[in-house]
């Protein structure tokens, strides 16, 4: 878990690698560090916590090099020390290198080394990258071949960076951790993400699996393990630079919440035509003889897959959503005819991954949904389906679970279609309510008190948050939320189990978040009056509509009327604004909460 950046140019790369490295942080930020070179030997500089921290030390101006790489570092092997922090660089310190992932075989490549001499500074799996290379150069061996024998050496799920004291040049691979090299005008640029160079370069290529990068200040190569040389496209990134960088608020995520209405246009734009849906990559017929659906996900992502779970079940498909860490432990039955949905915003996350390789391993076909055009989940599962959420910094997911679940209704039309035959009038209307849907969230964001409310729930020792059908899945979502960046106790529950249990914890104490979506309402009201009866505030978010349950609650956000699928959504964005209220008010770490990182890339 971490990010890794490299700038090949003519002029001094600083800058633009600790910019780089700001763009990086939501994939780690509890160290940080940068190695240049300048023909007179390699520089690194590199300091425990998070990117400014390097920079305040950076101001002598001796560090400089027109060739560098940068890390941004979230700790899997020794804690976040200086000592821990990349780049590493080998004995001689003629190699520097950077890493993200995990070497497994490292115990066993380091002890080789040391009982050849070579003594180590960090209790990192990362160094024994440029003790073998500085090896190999030793032995006379040109760079690149020296690069590409330490790599065929390593085990493990890596993306690599590496820099050589008297040569003008990048080295990079890839296995299972992501890796793009943006080609620029004046230099060229490698980054674990595209939002690391945006602003520098919007022409990217993604590397494969064992692809060797050798990239100079105006040329790259990009080779095989074998050497062979491999064309990779240059593509072009349509975000817009902006769009990686937080403007004019406070923290990404409220950016990021703020952003929905646009990002659901563009999750929508073009896939909805009266009645039918257009998704280019999968046209009618596509998933005819698919008799199971399953799906696996993480986190707020398995929130979203729950949602759809939901929804196809309803709709008389055989769906089942699983953790994925679960699913990879206790694998559910499949066969060809399952279609297995990995739901994972980056494309990224291990344990997605490693289920989705599970499920693929015993013959199912997967599917990726996920935000990141070239991850390893888009490229390595059978299909792949893009919610064209755009980039999103904030640790804590929001825009990209709306974007999801439109997706999500999108896909499940498409496969109800083919397995089930033809759309009901519900359906119809369901799209109709799906194309308004942007409009919606921009009637709760304008609108929303939730900044109010959030200021009543200061102090409080729980935080409920319950709901059934889809609402159980943004109960679950509005908690993880609150949880994530608040840092206090918040726990979802389906609303009709609170007296199989939780009832024993509700207190005046523990405010409720009560989402109702005009179905099961009169459930619902019930469970509402058993909470109250217990003291406690209850919240309700529901439908303008729903008087009987705004009359109840002790306070009401309330949402558009829509199609009653889709309110849960809008509910998930006023409990959204709700988390991050609070969390300002307590003056938390909102966009880097701690012990958390954006993409999760070990199991
Ligand atoms: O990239 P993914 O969607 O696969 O990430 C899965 C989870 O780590 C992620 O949804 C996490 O729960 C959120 N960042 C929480 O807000």
């Not at 821990?84 to 310190?93: I, K, L």
């Not at 929130?303 to 990879?328: K, P, Q, R, T």
């Amino acid at each position: 878990m971490c990010g890794i950046t490299a700038r090949v140019g003519t002029d001094d790369s600083l800058d633009a690698l600790l910019a780089s490295l700001k763009n990086l942080e939501y994939r780690g930020y509890d160290s940080a560090g940068i190695a240049v070179q300048n023909g007179t030997g390699i520089k690194v500089s590199k300091h425990e916590g998070e990117v400014a921290q390097l920079e305040s030390q950076l101001t002598s101006g001796d560090v400089f090099g027109e060739v560098g790489i940068g890390h941004t570092r979230w700790s899997t092997h020794g804690p976040p020390t200086n000592e821990n922090a990349h780049p590493h660089t080998g004995c001689q310190g003629r190699v520097a290198a950077v890493h993200n992932g995990i070497i497994d075989n490292y115990t066993t490549l380091r002890e080789g080394l040391q009982s050849r001499g070579h003594e180590f500074t960090s209790d990192t799996d990362t160094e024994v990258i440029p003790h073998l290379v500085e090896e190999r150069l030793a032995d006379g061996m040109a760079p690149e071949a020296a690069f590409r024998e330490t790599v065929a050496q390593l085990d493990g799920s890596y993306a690599i960076a590496i820099i050589i004291d008297d040569d003008p040049t990048v080295y990079a691979t890839r296995n299972g951790s992501p890796l793009v090299i943006g080609v620029g005008e004046t230099a060229n640029y490698l980054a674990s993400d595209v939002p690391a160079f945006l602003e520098f370069t919007d022409q990217v290529i993604y590397l494969e699996d064992d692809d060797i990068a050798v990239i100079t200040p105006d040329d790259y190569r990009i080779s095989d393990g074998n050497g062979s040389w491999v064309p990779r496209p240059v593509e072009t990134v349509d975000w817009d630079p902006e769009d990686a960088e937080k403007g004019k608020y406070d923290h990404y995520m409220l950016k990021e919440i703020h952003e929905q209405p646009t990002s659901l246009r563009q999750t929508l734009h073009g896939r909805i035509d009266g009645d039918d849906v257009i998704l280019e990559e999968f046209p009618p017929g596509t998933f005819e003889g698919i008799t199971r659906v399953q799906f696996v996900a993480c986190g707020t992502s398995y929130h979203a897959a729950m949602y759809g779970e939901g929804l196809l079940s309803e709709w008389g498909v055989d769906a089942n959503s699983f953790i994925a860490s679960e699913y990879a432990a206790y694998p559910a039955p499949v066969d060809e005819n399952t279609l297995v949905i990995g739901v994972t915003q980056s494309g990224e996350t291990a344990d997605t991954l490693e289920a989705l390789q599970r499920a693929r391993d015993r013959g199912a076909r997967t599917l990726a949904l996920t935000n990141v055009i070239g991850s390893t989940a888009a490229r390595t599962c059978d299909d792949a389906l893009f919610i064209r959420a755009g980039p999103e910094i904030g640790v804590a997911a929001t825009k990209t679970f709306s974007s999801q679940v439109a997706t999500l209704v999108l896909l499940g039309e498409r496969l109800v279609r083919d397995v089930t035959g033809e759309p009901t009038d519900e359906h119809s209307q369901r799209l109709a309510a799906l194309e308004s849907l942007p409009g919606d969230v921009e009637t709760v964001i304008e609108n929303s008190q939730a900044a109010a409310v959030s200021r009543r729930c200061l102090g409080d020792t729980g935080h409920f948050f319950v709901g059934r059908g889809s609402a159980y899945s943004v109960a679950l979502e509005g908690a993880l939320k609150f949880k994530e960046i608040t840092y206090e106790h918040a726990e979802g529950f389906a609303a009709g189990e609170l007296k199989h249990g939780p009832l024993a914890l509700v207190t005046p104490e523990t405010p409720i978040f009560a989402i109702g979506t005009g179905r099961h309402q009169n459930r619902l009201e019930s469970n509402v009056r058993e909470i109250q009866t217990r003291g406690a505030p209850v919240i309700a978010v529901a439908p303008r509509t729903d008087s009987e349950l705004a009359d109840t609650a002790d306070e009401f956000l309330p949402v558009p009327a829509t199609h009653s699928a889709l309110v849960a959504i809008l509910a998930n964005v006023q409990l959204q604004l709700v988390a991050y209220h609070a969390a300002n008010e307590m003056d938390r770490s909102i966009d880097k909460p701690r012990n958390l990182a954006k993409s999760v890339t070990v199991e």
